[in-house]
């Protein structure tokens, strides 16, 4: 098979990590890097083998990816930058007839991913939105459960980004270790992350599949987490806009709810929150459970794990095993989401979402924000 001509812009923590996955896959062929920053840049010599092909650096200011997109011949760019400059990143990688796998964040501007899959649509090329989640397995194998009717009809879902991500922003001086991303948290009340959250509940109740969003609603507790961390640190204090707990509610086409969570800012074990409730059961991931009514025991909980190996998804049987080998960190899920992107990309599979998806899913920062500020439920 004919090698895909790889680069990256932005060689941060996501960066290096899915470079780490690109060199143990053989069908990529990364050739170029864009990244400014020199301490980024000091993460390659983790992310390559020994026997890696040499690479060209482009590391001459903010706009170096430019000189690296007229300069190479790219087939497929992965975009892994700080969430400012995906929209401008995007654009030129489409603009040089590029395919673009694309790093997801909630929506900063209206129209903001409309606009890129029209670009991509005008060239003929692909954006890949990298939502691992839905790639996880037990994630892969309840949606065929859902597909099949085990649960019957999806009435509600839920899911969140609950995730204390105090120590990513702030360091143990009281100083911000990513500014551009603790900047969101001073300026924006909204679910400023939703994707993780909202991803594969969408798929499993067909948003955008014959089923769409209605109505949006949110909520914002006030903002504390940050600042007792960093009163605690002895530091000044900003004052944050985020609310500490966002929840969100929505309402679909179907009469169905999804409600979610973007909480990241008080103390608490790391959840995606996720369940579902149908006509015939649920599932809860949390738990790791599944309750389906006339099979499992009277209001009793099973393990979900024979479910999950009973209906596991094709992608799983197929790459799972050497998932788990090289990417333990995140359970397989990336690694999986790496090379359904390959079998996309040379036409033996079907990526399971686009650039369409997270055009949805992104516009919930911008409804949350709205529905907030003007404490209203939004019709759609």
Known sequence: ???????????GYRGASLLKLVDKIDAYHVVAIAEPNPLALSNLKHCLS?????LEIYSDGEEAYVDMLENEKVDLVFISSPWQ?????????????????????????????????????????????????????????IGRMVEED?????????????????????????EYKLPWRAAYYETENADIYPT??????????????????????SFATKSVGLKTRMSDL??????YALGDVVTTVIGTLTGAQITLF???????????????????????????????????????????????????????????????????????????ML?????????EEVYPINIADLATWGDISLLSKKSIAERRTLDL
């Open 234 to 239: 002895k530091s000044s204090v900003p004052n």
């Open 150 to 174: 085990v649960f019957g009809e999806i009435i509600f879902a839920q899911g969140g980004y609950r995730h204390d991500i105090r120590d990513v922003l702030i360091d143990e001086k009281g």
């Open 196 to 217: 993780h959250s909202v991803a594969p509940l969408c798929l499993m109740l067909k948003i955008n599949r014959g089923n769409s969003f209605k109505s949006l609603t």
């Open 1 to 11: 098979m004919k090698k895909i001509r790889t680069a990256f812009i932005g060689l």
């Open 339 to 347: 090379v359904a992107l390959v079998a996309d990309f040379v036409g």
């Open 85 to 141: 400059f995906h929209y401008a990143q995007a654009t030129e990688a489409l603009s040089a007839g590029c395919n673009v796998a694309l790093e997801v964040k909630g929506s900063l501007f209206e129209g903001e991913y409309q606009r890129l899959q029209q670009l991509a649509e005008r060239n003929r090329l692909k954006i890949y939105p990298l939502e691992n989640t839905v790639f996880m397995r037990n994630v892969m194998a």
């Open 50 to 54: 020994d026997d890696a092909p040499l």
């Open 262 to 336: 973007h909480d990241t800012t008080l103390p608490r074990p790391r959840s995606l929150s996720y369940e579902i409730q149908g006509t015939r059961g649920a599932w809860n991931d949390d738990l790791k459970s599944i309750y389906l009514e006339g099979i499992s025991p009277y209001e009793q909980w099973e393990p979900e794990a024979k479910y999950v190996e009973r209906y596991e998804h094709p992608f799983w049987a197929k790459w799972g095993r050497e998932a788990l080998v090289y990417d333990e960190h995140h359970q397989g899920m990336d690694y999986i």
